[in-house]
């Protein structure tokens, strides 16, 4: 037989099982073998606590491997076991898997001892950053140690001099009220026989500092803390604990200040060597403050933290025709530049602004708003140095230098990438080099943005996380890395928030109120609280994640359903979004729209009902009030803005996307609205007339209703507003507006643009489940639906995705009339295949298929021919 091996077990959506929150995590693996339609028949699982019996499963006879329920003895608070599997297939039996060791953090609030402890800070500085330390002895071997800690703030922990981990922005930004996610870090390493010393260095970060649009901050507490535990366990089985309490000193550092928005200055003169080790004089320091905590809204991580993921070399220093030094990184991203400063006279100030794009040769920062993302150091005469801001972010890709003696050359500066650490999991490729650029764009889109919280754009002076940006982007973000525990996290906040405001779903989550009036239930927004879990159910097989946000998704409808009124025709009025950003929206008013918003409400409170309804249906629940209240969304909007034939009211490429991707035509409509939006899309000259909402569905319901002709003419368009203008004008990352650069090299005059927002990346999904023809048929990707649809202009496209089951891929190329298509299914997955011939669906097992046809491709299309009349 061919050799089965296994992968090690994965455990819940962490990539790194540590100081985990569940004492009962679920456990997935994947296998790897040559043989064909490979099925697992049985598992075995075998579970060691440390130094003790292993506890097995017995043979289980089951074709399960995906988030498989633990039957074993539940997980205490910091224990520790090591898991193996092994399963059986067609041939036998499968040797173990390496061990894979996960340790439970405190489960329980009484676990935590720890206070938590406030600096005093000082005045006349806007955003202080405070040190904090304390000394202790240790005697006796240490065996183990483990710090948790957290903060109101943002915070770096040093034990005996040396930085603790390699997260930074700890520990990020969830609704603090309602839930502070500590992090658990094995330190046993960095103790010492004898005196040690704990150091911390406390900034704003998101809790106490500038936050939203309004120019305002302070909106969880007016004071930063740290809450620190250190667990060291002796080999006499004692154990001592260290932890925040009023023992602790404070003062102020190097890092004179620092913020998310306006960056962050050092002056090396101000450094006190040795802070942070044991012996440090620090008589002069003030005591802290103990600040009353509760210890029930403390949460462990369910997924990665934020890191350094990458260095972008400089790639060129320039002038700008004013005369200023210019950086260029090549590379629209999200982190912050690490420098090699030169030698120069104490006092020395060099400053360094960044921004996304530049404007006539001179830096952008128009659309940073009141952000100044700003960075600042100041010599200290004593020789050249390597720094590195750690409690700002700038979203960039040029810089501005000024100060840097005899000016500075690219080797010095180096920009750093910062996210979160997410697992890639998805790639696209094709024949056109755009296309591809555009695929890149939103990859690096996705990176800048979900930086904990998936957020709109990460320069100016808002950065938040708005729910109707990810309701449309998270099918693509799930098929580009492993988003489940970052997100599972983030659905937690909003469903808190959510209750705070009476079953409402946030316009953004954590919500802060930042706006002059209290959103009502907004159409395409606080769907994420439907669609998002859903999603990730689809793209994961996570049926938890609808269990965890049931309360939520039903909340929301009941929410929506009543601002819909008995008659659903939304009486009351008022704003919403819309279809926002229509490319016909004018620079001062980004919610106009071809569409009512009351047209795209009734169409998502008919889609978030289905799903709903659907939902409850994989839960065993009841779920007959949301289909029953989804057919009558959809007959009202039949009703409404539907004429017999399936032409629509408003006749726009978004309400004729919306009416054929949510299913609110008729059978009889639906090949009639689909000409329809053919000739609409042509009538527009094959360029974009979608905003927010309607982007991310229109090129499927092309492809769905047969135009694929017209959808590849839309997605290669080159003019403006197009996916591919952007390109053409040099962007690395998806534009807020199709036209946030005018061709003129203008930046759009708007208050409002961003050169790295993901929403109209959405357009990826369709690239990997249409272009490529990669999809699940079954949520997780059990089942593989693989169907590409060659259309004119791309004569090669590939796909890959690492499914919860192993890697799946498939990769076509076409040749006059030649088509040869190539698939990877992985063991204990199975595939159909649906050629374009048109031929029955093919169904597979797992291993490697090729199939050649001859197809005939859609010809090309042009506007001219295709420009009917509305009346045609």
Excluded: K
Excluded at 70 to 95: M, N, Q
Excluded at 505 to 526: R, T
Excluded at 777 to 795: D, L, Q, S, V
Excluded at 815 to 822: G, V
Aim: charged share 20%; with cysteine.
């Amino acid at each position: 037989m061919s050799e089965v091996t296994m992968t090690a077990v994965t455990v819940e959506h962490h990539r790194e099982p540590f100081g985990i929150g569940e004492a009962r995590p679920r456990l997935s693996w994947t296998t790897a073998t040559e043989a064909p339609d490979w099925r697992q028949a049985a598992y075995e699982l075998e579970i060691t606590p440390d130094g003790g019996e292993p506890w097995s499963s017995g043979r289980v006879d089951s074709d399960e491997s995906v988030l498989v329920a633990w039957v074993a003895p539940p997980l205490a608070s910091r224990e520790r076991r090591s898991i193996r599997v092994r399963v059986w297939g067609d041939g036998g039996a499968s040797g173990w898997s390496d061990p894979t060791v996960v340790e439970a953090g405190l489960l329980e609030p009484a676990d935590w001892t720890a206070q938590l402890i406030q600096p005093v800070l000082p005045e006349g500085v806007d955003e202080p950053v405070v040190q904090l330390r304390r000394e202790f002895e240790l005697g006796g071997e240490v065996v183990r140690a483990r710090l948790h800690v957290t903060a109101h703030g943002v915070v770096e922990v040093a034990l005996n001099g040396t930085v603790v981990g390699d997260e930074v922005l700890a520990p990020g930004w969830t609704s603090y009220r309602h839930r502070l996610r500590y992090r658990t870090h094995d330190v046993t390493a960095l103790l010492v026989d004898g005196p040690n010393a704990i150091g911390a260095e406390l900034a704003d970060g998101w809790f106490r500092g500038y936050v939203g649009f309004t120019g305002t901050r302070a909106h969880y507490g007016d004071r930063t803390g740290l809450l620190l535990q250190l667990e060291i366990d002796h080999a006499d089985g004692t154990r001592t604990t260290v932890g925040s309490d009023g023992s602790w000193r404070s003062a102020t550092g190097a890092t004179v200040s620092a913020g998310l928005y306006s960056g962050e200055t050092f002056d090396a003169r101000l450094e006190a060597p040795g802070w942070a080790r044991a012996g440090f004089d620090a008589a002069a320091w003030a005591p802290v403050e103990v600040a009353p905590f509760d210890p029930t809204v403390l949460v462990a991580p369910t997924g990665p933290p934020v890191r350094r993921t990458q260095l972008v070399l400089a790639q060129r220093v320039l002038a700008s025709p004013s005369g200023a030094t210019l950086v260029d990184f090549g590379q629209n991203l999200v982190g912050r530049i690490r420098f090699a400063l030169p030698d120069g006279p104490a006092g020395t100030r060099i400053t360094i602004r960044h921004a996304e794009v530049l404007e006539h040769g001179e830096l952008g920062t128009r659309p940073l708003r009141a952000a100044r993302a700003t960075d600042t150091v100041i010599l200290d005469g004593r020789g050249p140095r390597v720094w590195e801001p750690r409690f700002t972010f700038h979203g960039f890709r040029y810089a501005e230098v000024t100060g840097w003696p005899g000016g500075p050359a690219p080797a010095d500066l180096t920009a750093v990438v910062i996210h979160t650490d997410l697992e890639r999991t998805g790639t696209f490729a094709c024949s056109d080099p755009e296309v591809e650029r555009l695929h890149e764009n939103v990859v690096w889109g996705m990176r800048g943005n979900f930086l904990d919280v998936p957020t709109d754009c990460p320069q100016r002076d808002e950065r938040l996380g708005w729910t109707g940006d990810l309701q449309v982007f998270a099918p693509t973000a799930s098929f580009l890395y492993a988003t489940a525990g970052m997100l599972r996290s983030w659905l937690a906040d909003l469903a808190v928030e959510q209750a705070d405001a009476g079953g409402n779903v946030p316009i953004y989550v954590p919500f802060l109120p930042l706006l002059p009036f209290e959103p009502g239930a907004e159409v395409g927004w606080g769907d994420a609280a439907v669609v998002v879990p859903w999603v990730l159910f689809q793209r994961f097989g996570d049926v938890a994640v609808l269990e965890a946000q049931w309360r939520s998704m039903t909340d929301w409808i009941d929410v929506f359903a009543a601002r819909a009124g008995a008659d659903l025709d939304f009486p009351g009025g008022g704003f919403s979004f819309g279809d926002w950003l229509d490319p016909i929206a004018p620079p001062e008013n980004p919610g106009a729209a071809r569409v009512p918003w009351q047209a795209v409400a009734t169409a998502y409170l008919s889609r978030s009902a289905r799903i709903v309804a659907d939902a409850a249906a994989v839960l065993g629940r009841d779920g007959a009030r949301f289909a029953h209240l989804a057919d009558r969304a959809a007959e009202r909007f039949r009703r409404e803005y539907v004429t017999p034939n399936g032409r629509v009211a408003y006749p726009s490429q978004t309400a004729y996307a919306l009416a054929l991707e949510f299913g609110l035509v008729d059978e009889a409509q639906r090949a009639e609205t689909g000409r329809l939006l053919a000739e609409q899309v042509a009538a527009d000259g094959f360029r974009i007339g979608t905003g927010f909402l309607g982007t991310p569905v229109v090129a499927d319901a092309l492809t769905g209703t047969g135009s694929v002709a017209a959808a590849y003419a839309l997605l290669l368009q080159r003019e403006q507003p197009s996916w591919l203008y952007p390109v053409t004008m040099g962007a690395t990352t998806v534009w807020e507006r199709w036209d946030s650069m005018l061709p003129d090299g203008t930046i759009n005059p708007g208050d409002m643009t961003s050169f790295n927002h993901y929403a109209y990346g959405a357009v990826a999904d369709w690239l990997h489940r249409v272009v490529a023809g990669l999809a699940p048929a079954e949520p997780g990707y059990r089942r593989i639906r693989i169907a590409p649809r060659p259309g004119p202009g791309i004569t090669a496209a590939s796909a890959a995705h690492q499914t919860p089951y192993g890697r799946a891929a498939v990769s076509w190329t076409v040749e006059a009339d030649a088509f040869a298509l190539d698939v990877v299914v992985p063991p204990n997955a199975s595939a159909e295949v649906l050629l374009p011939t048109g031929e029955a669906p093919i169904l597979v097992g797992s291993g490697r298929h090729r199939y050649e046809r001859t197809i005939a491709v859609p010809a090309a299309v042009q506007a001219p021919a295709l420009h009917w009349s509305p009346d045609a």
